[in-house]
T-cell receptor, first 113, second 116 residues
């Protein structure tokens, strides 16, 4: 099935640093969603993107819908301890309508004390 | 969004037994989904739970192993049948709100299953 590859796989940063991660696909997506999963919890929707080139912010988080429609980016500014977790991109796979989602491989963010 | 609860939150089961996981939503929703998240992995869609009809399963998942019920617009169950240690995973239900942004899904807290 369709695979969404996320990079990097894991990140170790210090509190206060900015974070950048991306998600790439071999196929065009019409929607990009970014989720965060805390340990022992279900994923929580952070940002939804619906238009190529769109740049959307949610507090310290900013996500962009790539112009090629095959990638998306998530940035976190001035990281804080509660940013720790796993970040997933997701989108409806091509030719399967809008109901289903395929999820990326995930980026695990760790903050070094 | 919607408030979604799952029961049980975790369980430890013996191989060969079955476990039924419940998903309850605080409002009526069109779309409900079940996912599996194996240890350290991403989410994989098991099936779409259709109200009033049989669930739609993804490749690699079959009804005999993962029977699903969807008796109304606020509730669904997933059964993991004849369990083996390979079934140890987190099982998540999600809902789609069926609007213009219908591909936004909201997740329950998950059920952490360990099979011995």
């Amino acid at each position: 099935g369709q695979q969404l590859n996320q990079s990097p796989q894991s990140m170790f940063i210090q509190e206060g640093e900015d974070v950048s991660m991306n998600c790439t696909s071999s196929s065009i997506f019409n929607t990009w969603l970014w989720y965060k999963q805390d340990p022992g919890e279900g994923p929580v929707l952070l940002i939804a993107l619906y238009k190529a080139g769109e740049l959307t912010s949610n507090g310290r988080l900013t996500a962009q819908f790539g112009i090629t429609r095959k990638d998306s980016f998530l940035n976190i500014s001035a990281s804080i301890p509660s940013d720790v977790g796993i970040y997933f991109c997701a989108g409806p796979p091509p030719n399967f309508g809008n109901e289903k989602l395929t999820f990326g491989t995930g980026t695990r963010l760790t903050i070094i004390p | 969004s919607a408030v979604i609860s799952q029961k049980p939150s975790r369980d430890i089961c013996q191989r060969g037994t079955s476990l039924t996981i419940q998903c309850q939503v605080d409002s009526q929703v069109t779309m409900m989904f079940w996912y599996r998240q194996q240890p350290g992995q991403s989410l994989t869609l098991i099936a779409t739970a259709n109200q009033g009809s049989e669930a739609t399963y993804e490749s690699g998942f079959v009804i005999d192993k993962f029977p699903i019920s969807r008796p109304n617009l606020t509730f669904s169950t997933l059964t993991v049948s004849n369990m083996s240690p390979e079934d140890s995973s987190i099982y998540l239900c999600s809902v789609g709100l069926g609007t213009r942004v219908s591909n936004e899904q909201f997740f329950g807290p998950g059920t952490r299953l360990t099979v011995l």
